[in-house]
């Protein structure tokens, strides 16, 4: 097996080819001790197996951000037969900035021009066979989203799997070193006779002239202290303005390249009409809340097909379970464990499914086309005071709508420490059913006064955030990676529809999964809690748990009835108040969790003469920032990839609200 | 003009940068996305608060306000 590492900047179509190449043959995972993604994948050719490492992207290979640490690492630990560089045709003397960084690291490598279409579209016309032997490495002109192309890509690689080549830093040492006392130049002799593995003493020297932290610690442990002594007197002449030297050296060496392999003729550059509009302060955020709502709609469209048929199983499944298991003669038990557990289980998961469907299409689509950073750009500055990146307004915002899906939405930011941060905030922010449930309550028991609960609810949702970025937000965003905005609005470009399709479709396919196993274990053990032969809530697990742990829930101003409403509620939202409808309300309805009748119209009038004040204020809050329900539970664990996340962020939300119904219930006391 | 930084100039203008102040951190993250000393760019948008944009190496790229007063350029 051959280990080849995927190396490219943002947006120079690194996950199209890796898609490409190994489709449904993908891992994710994390990389050991780091929040950090693991994406690896293998594929077959000519009878031999490839694996592929998709390395965080970055726009360089100075350590300063997690990602860019395990980058490094995966290729100066020489783990990688073969590094695979993928660089944008139309950018190219920016993108390749990569491959300079790389220079001088001693593993086998190819390069990737990749969108030699746009290349060809601005009026580039870049000679691949000089390059190639300028650099001395395998170099293909490519087009990523092409399928044609792929026969050649797979030559270009078996040759440089065959016939290894390095590429080596000499060009970029000469640049810098025709500087009078160069520094570089300095460092290198200073590091005489130490031994870098893969890397040479330039690529090192360079490194510590930037400042790199992880070389900085490797050389002082490398060399002798007097010998450390005199490297940092040489950095410290330097101060931070070494990174310049180098980084123009490699600029230098990167047009010397290009100078004569690439034609261009030079245009004159205007933002366009749009981008006008779309990068304005006030229209462009307009512009971007339009597209949100639009988007939300759209995912409603897209999801309501899914939606029929999860619902349409549950109600069609029904009767006919019943009267199967009549006419066999069968165990009751098993009736309502197949209508419950299984057909229950299943159709919810059908369900949420579809909403993460339409969610993960609008948002990839977004990203594909190149507008996801203009989103970032207008929404920097309210995002970036939590630490998130702009574009975090997407999934935040679509979370109104179905914290699942907005969970699977997250995926649109590039730091898992991001990701996992916003899906703290996400489960702050109520979807449609939660605000309904909310308001319903807020009507029922305190009729007029429920605009006030409205407006204290919205105060407390962002002062949750407050608390969030104060709980998490140092762990999952250090605050010495928040940075002001440096971003490139790459380009617009027409959307991949075939490979967007099929992403789409593999991300749908995994959450179903994951959330059908969660989904189901949940329903089970809902039902097991509240099964009772008679329909009777006083034979049911739930009543005995309830009733034993009474004394504690009513310091949350919660009687048995209502602390079983409420995990209820963490199943989902509707289940709480179907709960209350059986509890309070008459009881010819059968008590049971997923095959619910409606909330009785008159279930309002019951719930306020059953439930005294202070024990509806106390519910009211409980309710505000209970847990989602069990499909978010089951889409925060596959993005978090993590089951020890998804319980932190269950037992945060469970503290916050417990916490809450505590305060209100007496305070209610005392004013009621 | 002397002493100008990437914040002041204005729509269409056309500049090279001089010098970038700041630690390494903010240097290899500038130098890294194309915009080094001698490197010259287009201003394409610049409202006096939001983060700038500027044309520089076949992209467009923003720039924080804070970190633009880092960057000195010349017309
Ligand atoms: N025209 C054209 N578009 C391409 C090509 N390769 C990729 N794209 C498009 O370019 C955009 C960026 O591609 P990605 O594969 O997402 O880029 P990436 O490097 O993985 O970027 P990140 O996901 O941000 O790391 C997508 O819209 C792709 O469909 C190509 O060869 N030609």
């Given at each position: 097996m051959k280990t080849i590492a995927l190396l490219g900047q943002p947006n120079s179509g690194k996950s199209t080819l890796y898609n490409a190449l190994t489709g449904a043959h993908q891992r994710v995972g994390n990389w050991p001790g780091k929040t950090?993604?693991?994406?690896?994948?293998?594929?077959?050719?000519?009878?031999?197996?490839?694996?592929?490492?998709?390395?965080?992207?970055?726009?360089?290979?100075?350590?300063?951000?997690?990602?860019?640490?395990?980058?490094?690492?995966?290729?100066?630990?020489?783990?990688?037969?073969?590094?695979?560089?993928?660089?944008?045709?139309?950018?190219?003397?920016?993108?390749?900035?990569?491959?300079?960084?790389?220079?001088?690291?001693?593993?086998?490598?190819?390069?990737?021009?990749?969108?030699?279409?746009?290349?060809?579209?601005?009026?580039?016309?870049?000679?691949?066979?000089?390059?190639?032997?300028?650099?001395?490495?395998?170099?293909?002109?490519?087009?990523?989203?092409?399928?044609?192309?792929?026969?050649?890509?797979?030559?270009?690689?078996?040759?440089?799997?065959?016939?290894?080549?390095?590429?080596?830093?000499?060009?970029?040492?000469?640049?810098?070193?025709?500087?009078?006392?160069?520094?570089?130049?300095?460092?290198?002799?200073?590091?005489?006779?130490?031994?870098?593995?893969?890397?040479?003493?330039?690529?090192?020297?360079?490194?510590?002239?930037?400042?790199?932290?992880?070389?900085?610690?490797?050389?002082?442990?490398?060399?002798?202290?007097?010998?450390?002594?005199?490297?940092?007197?040489?950095?410290?002449?330097?101060?931070?303005?070494?990174?310049?030297?180098?980084?123009?050296?490699?600029?230098?060496?990167?047009s010397e390249i290009l100078r004569d392999s690439v034609v261009e003729k030079k245009n004159v550059v205007k933002l366009s009409r749009f981008d006008k509009i779309a990068t304005h302060r006030i229209k462009g955020k307009l512009l971007a809340f339009g597209i949100m709502f639009v988007t939300l709609i759209g995912c409603m469209v897209l999801a309501l097909p899914g939606m029929m048929i999860g619902f349409g199983l549950m109600s069609v499944s029904g009767p006919v379970v019943h009267s199967i298991s009549e006419s066999l003669g069968i165990w009751p038990v098993l009736e309502s464990f197949v209508n419950g557990v299984l057909i229950g289980g299943l159709g919810l998961t059908i369900c949420m499914t579809s909403f993460v469907f339409a969610i993960v299409f609008v948002f990839a689509l977004v990203e594909n086309v190149g507008y996801m950073a203009r989103f970032s750009y207008v929404f920097d500055s309210w995002l970036s005071r939590l630490g998130l990146h702009g574009k975090a307004i997407m999934p935040l915002f679509s979370g109104l709508a179905c914290t699942a899906g907005a969970a699977c939405g997250t995926r649109v930011l590039d730091m898992r420490g991001q990701r996992l941060f916003a899906m703290v905030l996400l489960w702050g922010i109520p979807c449609g059913a939660k605000l309904s449930v909310v308001?319903?309550?807020?009507?029922?028991?305190f009729g007029s006064a429920a605009p006030l609960f409205a407006l204290v609810f919205l105060i407390l949702i962002f002062a949750s955030f407050y608390l969030s970025s104060k709980i998490f937000g140092g762990k999952l965003l250090p605050l010495e990676e928040r940075v002001g905005m440096i971003m490139e609005l790459p380009p617009y470009h027409k959307p991949q529809w075939k490979a967007l399709l099929k992403m789409v479709g593999r991300n749908t396919w995994s959450v179903f999964k994951k959330a059908l196993v969660i989904i189901v274990s949940a329903s089970l053990i809902f039902w097991a809690l509240s099964y009772s032969s008679d329909g009777n809530v006083e034979n049911t697990v739930l009543y005995t748990i309830g009733n034993a742990i009474e004394p504690v829930t009513k310091l949350f101003g919660m009687r048995w009835q209502l602390f079983v409403s409420y995990l209820g509620g963490v199943f989902s939202k509707e289940a709480s108040l179907g709960i209350m409808s059986t509890i309070f309300g008459s009881t010819d309805t059968a008590f049971s969790l997923i095959s619910r009748d409606d909330a009785g119209a008159n279930l309002a009038e019951v719930l306020s003469a059953a439930v005294s004040k202070p024990e509806a204020l106390a519910f009211v809050f409980a309710s505000m920032f209970n847990v989602p329900c069990v499909l978010a539970m089951g889409s925060t664990y596959r993005e978090a990839n993590s089951l020890k996340w998804m319980f932190a962020i269950m037992g945060y939300y469970f503290a916050i609200s417990l916490g809450l119904a505590f305060v209100a219930y007496h305070v209610g006391l005392l004013i009621f | 003009m002397k002493n100008s930084t990437l914040g002041d100039l204005k729509v269409d203008q056309t500049g090279v940068v001089c010098k970038i102040h700041g630690d390494s951190r903010f240097i290899s993250r500038i130098i890294s996305i194309g915009l080094t000393p001698n490197s010259s760019f287009t201003v394409l948008q610049n409202d006096g608060r939001s983060p700038v944009l500027v044309y520089c190496r076949d992209t467009i790229i923003a720039i924080n306000r804070k970190e633009c007063a880092q960057i000195e350029v010349s017309l």
């Open positions: 950090v993604e693991k994406a690896e994948g293998d594929f077959f050719y000519k009878e031999q197996l490839f694996r592929i490492a998709d390395l965080p992207g970055s726009y360089g290979l100075t350590a300063n951000s997690e990602e860019e640490v395990v980058t490094r690492d995966f290729i100066e630990r020489g783990n990688a037969d073969l590094v695979c560089l993928i660089v944008d045709a139309s950018q190219l003397e920016r993108s390749l900035f990569m491959l300079a960084d790389f220079a001088g690291i001693h593993c086998p490598a190819m390069l990737v021009l990749n969108m030699m279409d746009v290349a060809k579209e601005n009026g580039k016309t870049i000679d691949v066979a000089k390059i190639e032997s300028l650099l001395g490495i395998p170099v293909l002109g490519f087009t990523a989203s092409d399928d044609a192309e792929y026969p050649k890509f797979y030559e270009t690689l078996e040759k440089a799997v065959e016939n290894p080549r390095i590429l080596s830093a000499e060009g970029i040492r000469k640049i810098a070193d025709a500087v009078k006392d160069s520094s570089v130049e300095r460092l290198e002799s200073l590091l005489d006779g130490a031994d870098f593995g893969v890397r040479e003493h330039f690529w090192v020297a360079s490194k510590l002239l930037e400042n790199d932290p992880l070389v900085m610690a490797e050389v002082r442990a490398t060399v002798s202290p007097d010998r450390f002594a005199e490297v940092e007197a040489v950095l410290k002449s330097e101060k931070s303005a070494g990174g310049l030297i180098t980084g123009e050296a490699k600029y230098r060496w990167i308001l319903f309550l807020a009507t029922a028991f | -």
